[in-house]
């Protein structure tokens, strides 16, 4: 008996994506301390913190039950509680609705109507507009569809001041141009998976190398988002100087995919991708705590 509740505990938590979950809140963190106030309290932090989490957690979960058939297709997630037939799908449609339900009275009673309203937009938008909409039907899914992944920075922002400000809008913008050489470099080695599931990722619609310069024009776009902290006012040197070495490595892991044409650089350039996130965000904290 313990065993089978042990084993139901450990699928709804898969069901949240855990790992996408820890970069979610971390990418929250930074934005409250750029309030011209100074930090929140840790309860005032760690409860919005969680209820981004919850949000985030709800939406994986729905995404879960709404690409159950897909997911069985992909060696990639075969093996999600869904597919492998850990939980039931009632289950975890309950779960991702109760999910809902807690992330946004908690957001409202700690962070506020507007923190809470864009807690729900997200798991709106990221169920119906990407899960529902997007990714079965179009190759632009991982653009239009990054919006669903960088609202953290927006949540956050909202609970330190009731709306969203320059340093909200600048961090979720670094998430959306980050999203698409993130996810085309999964799609380049995964091309097969996503084809067999009928999902038209870029491709397996227009073909590798129009993908790759693509994520190469999208990485570069990126570069001057990621210093544009500096020239507002919202972040220092310290950060400057770490946002001017990650975008070069980075950019030079995509320049790579270019030069090599192989599934192991576009490999590298997927786990280079998630590491340089971290690092940016990393950076942004060092540089608040030194000033």
């Not at 979610?24 to 409860?47: C, D, R």
């Not at 999600?80 to 957001?107: D, N, W």
């Amino acid at each position: 008996m313990a065993a089978v509740a042990t084993q139901a505990i450990r699928g709804y938590v898969a069901l949240t994506k855990p790992r996408i979950l820890l970069l979610v809140i971390f990418t929250g963190l930074p934005v409250m301390g750029m309030a011209g106030s100074g930090w929140p309290s840790a309860s005032f932090a760690t409860l919005t913190l969680l209820g981004i989490a919850l949000a985030a957690g709800a939406a994986n979960a729905l995404n879960c039950y709404i690409e159950r058939d897909r997911d069985a297709l992909m060696e990639r997630t075969r093996t999600r509680p869904l597919p492998a037939q850990e939980l039931s799908p009632r289950s975890a449609l309950s779960f991702g609705l109760v999910l809902s339900v807690i992330s946004t009275a908690l957001l409202w009673a700690v962070a506020g109507p507007v923190a809470a309203a864009l807690g729900v937009a997200s798991i709106l938008f990221y169920v119906f507009v990407y899960t529902v909409w997007l990714k079965p039907r179009t190759s632009m899914n991982a653009v239009i569809g990054g919006a669903a992944g960088a609202a953290a920075p927006l949540i956050a922002d909202a609970a330190m001041h009731g709306h969203v400000t320059a340093a909200g809008w600048i961090l979720f913008s670094i998430i959306f141009f980050w999203q698409p050489p993130h996810v085309w470099a999964i799609a380049l080695f995964r091309k097969e998976d996503y084809a067999r599931a009928g999902i038209p990722m870029l491709p397996n619609v227009i073909g590798d190398e129009p993908t790759r310069w693509r994520m190469l024009w999208y990485t570069l776009a990126l570069i001057p988002v990621t210093l544009a902290p500096l020239p507002l006012g919202l972040l220092g040197i310290p950060y400057f100087v770490a946002a001017l070495a990650l975008d070069a490595w980075f950019t030079w892991y995509i320049v790579r995919v270019l030069r090599e044409r192989t599934e192991d650089a576009a490999r590298s350039a997927f786990h280079v991708s998630l590491l340089y996130l971290f690092g940016l965000f990393v950076a942004m904290l060092i540089d608040l705590a030194l000033s």
